[in-house]
């Protein structure tokens, strides 16, 4: 029987303990609650209210102008960029919301790590804001130098605009990164040695492919010696008048036709020069 009363009294002291427990911890279980419902409500009237501010505000045509909806639909993301902004708004208040509700309820190890992501955020902010200004630049120095190229004639101009737009992108993004706390070092000196090693390729292979242009350049300027306007001459069996004396050819006039001719070849190959031009 002793046995039997000890247990008894052991029962019913855990059930005391463990139901002065739970009442001491409701107060906090509903404030907590409270906290949360309150905060839940408020976060969607937050979310609401601001993207149908941005939507008047024609932040979504201001997103299109600096591709950020071009981006977003790249990565699959079905929202406007006013929903995402408030889509973003509202998990910041619910952040401020959970961290304030493990605080009532004691849960210190919760509210400490949400407390660091809620301090990171205006460093990540910052970063997400340089980098869309950035793709904004680089997208408007792109089209300059496609329109400035365009009214020069220059063929060329689509392609090295778009080399320009992305060379300023990766930079614009590695310093997003930076901004954002991600070491970027590593990435940053392997990209750089496969952007020269690209660049010193395009240029020998640039070289390479223009080297008659070039010869032909510098034939044309030391042929601007030996040569002149009215001069009548023969190369390779073609005779006739020079009229024209470019950098890279020289132009005769024959009984027939014109003949342009490179100026290399005039400096190679064996000229006759059977009439001077004249003085006047």
Not at 38 to 48: E, S, T, V
Not at 191 to 204: K, N, P, Q
Not at 211 to 218: F, G, Q, S, T
């Amino acid at each position: 029987m002793g046995d039997i009363s000890k247990w008894t009294e052991l029962f019913f002291a855990s059930l005391q303990a463990t139901t002065s427990a739970i009442m001491s911890a409701l107060p906090a279980l509903f404030g907590a609650l409270f906290v949360f419902f309150a905060g839940l409500f408020m976060a969607k009237l937050i979310n609401k209210g601001l993207s149908k501010l941005l939507k008047k505000a024609r932040f979504d045509q201001l997103a299109e102008r600096i591709q950020l909806s071009s981006f977003l639909e790249k990565a699959n993301i079905k929202k406007t960029p006013s929903e995402l902004m408030g889509k973003m708004a509202y998990w910041l208040v619910m952040l401020l919301v959970i961290t304030t509700a493990s605080d009532i309820l004691g849960w210190t190890v919760i509210s400490k790590e949400i407390s660091k992501l809620i301090s990171y955020l205006p460093t990540l902010f910052s970063a997400i804001v340089l980098f869309v200004i950035g793709g904004f630049a680089a997208g408007l120095v792109r089209d300059i130098i496609k329109g400035a190229t365009a009214s020069l004639g220059i063929g060329a101009g689509k392609i090295i605009s778009q080399i320009v737009y992305y060379m300023i992108f990766i930079i614009i993004s590695l310093t997003a990164l930076q901004q954002a706390g991600i070491d970027t070092s590593i990435i940053s000196s392997n990209l750089f040695i496969i952007l020269g090693a690209i660049m010193g390729s395009a240029a020998i292979a640039y070289g390479f492919a223009s080297r008659d242009i070039l010869a032909n350049i510098l034939a044309g300027f030391y042929g601007k010696r030996l040569f002149e306007v009215g001069q009548e001459v023969e190369i390779k069996g073609i005779r006739g008048q020079i009229i024209d004396i470019s950098s890279i050819a020289i132009t005769l006039q024959t009984e027939k036709e014109k003949v342009v001719i490179p100026s290399q070849k005039f400096i190679q190959e064996e000229v006759k020069i059977y009439k001077q031009a004249s003085s006047d």
